[in-house]
């Protein structure tokens, strides 16, 4: 609209500089744009460390420009554990000293190809998050941090294909959640030292051996399983 006021040699500028504008952005995103460091950016921005900043561990995210390089399957930053096809699918950021609420994971929905996420070894505190915006998830681990409280009946309704879950050491209370038994591909699920109470989903009954609730029985009302209580009638 600035160019109908300022005449004929006033749009020829404006049009000058919004080809010699568009010219670099053109040429800034050939050499560094990449969709899914733009998505681990912001993913890195709302993390906070001890000092209340991401960790220092990260800092490599925003000056190196790819999180997958070497055609596509070598992670090239710390917390990448695997890439394929030019894909992150797995990131790995245990032991960061990660504090306060456990991150919004819908800000990781768009790395399409994600399969593995671990913020095990933290000191996150608060709920559980919402985990249904990564459904194509196939492990989530969570182990040995401070999160607490009812974790929903439905929480895990959308990971269809999880195969590995491992909650372990936080302080969880209130039943097990039904639908973390949705998934027909689980191998491993590992519960104990938290607080939860009650039945068992059958479903995870299921996974004998390889379901892990020590501490839970001691501690509280846990039953159904070879080693719990039997379940009461009521
Ligand atoms: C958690 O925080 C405490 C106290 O700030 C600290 O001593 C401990 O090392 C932290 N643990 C981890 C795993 O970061
Ligand atoms: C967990 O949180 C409680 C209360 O906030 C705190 O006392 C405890 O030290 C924390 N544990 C760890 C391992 O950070
Ligand atoms: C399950 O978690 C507990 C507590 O962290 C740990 O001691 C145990 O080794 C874990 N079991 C498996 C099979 O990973
Ligand atoms: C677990 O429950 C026991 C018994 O009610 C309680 O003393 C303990 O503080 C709880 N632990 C956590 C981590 O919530």
Redesign the pocket.
């Known amino acids: 609209m600035a160019g109908e006021v300022s005449g004929g040699g006033g749009r020829v500028l404006l049009a000058t500089v919004a080809l010699v504008v568009l010219t670099a952005a053109a040429s800034a995103s050939a050499q560094t744009c990449s969709p899914e460091a733009d998505t681990l950016r912001v993913f890195r921005n709302s993390l906070r460390g001890p000092g209340g900043d991401p960790p220092r561990w990260l800092d490599e995210w925003v000056t190196n420009p790819f999180p997958c390089g070497g055609g596509g399957d070598a992670p090239q930053w710390i917390g990448i554990r695997r890439c394929a096809g030019g894909h992150v699918v797995a990131i790995d950021l245990e032991g960061l000293g990660l504090e306060g609420a456990a991150p919004d994971l819908r800000i990781l929905a768009p790395l399409q190809g994600l399969r593995s996420l671990s913020l095990a070894g933290n000191n996150l505190t608060g709920a559980f998050p919402d985990v249904s915006p990564l459904p194509a998830l196939k492990s989530f681990f969570l182990a040995r941090n401070n999160l ?1 409280g009812e974790i929903p009946d439905g929480a895990f309704a959308a990971l269809r294909g999880l195969q590995k879950l491992d909650l372990s050491d ?2 969880f ?1 209130g039943r097990i959640p039904s639908s973390m038994a949705t998934s027909g591909r689980l191998i491993d699920v590992n519960l104990s030292n ?2 939860f109470s009650g039945p068992v989903p059958d479903g995870l009954l299921r996974l004998g051996a390889n379901l892990h609730v020590q501490g839970e029985f001691a ?2 009302g846990i039953c159904g399983t070879r080693k719990g209580k039997i379940c009461s009638k009521d």
Request: aromatic share 0%.
């Open positions: 607490s936080n302080a209370t938290n607080n501690r509280h």
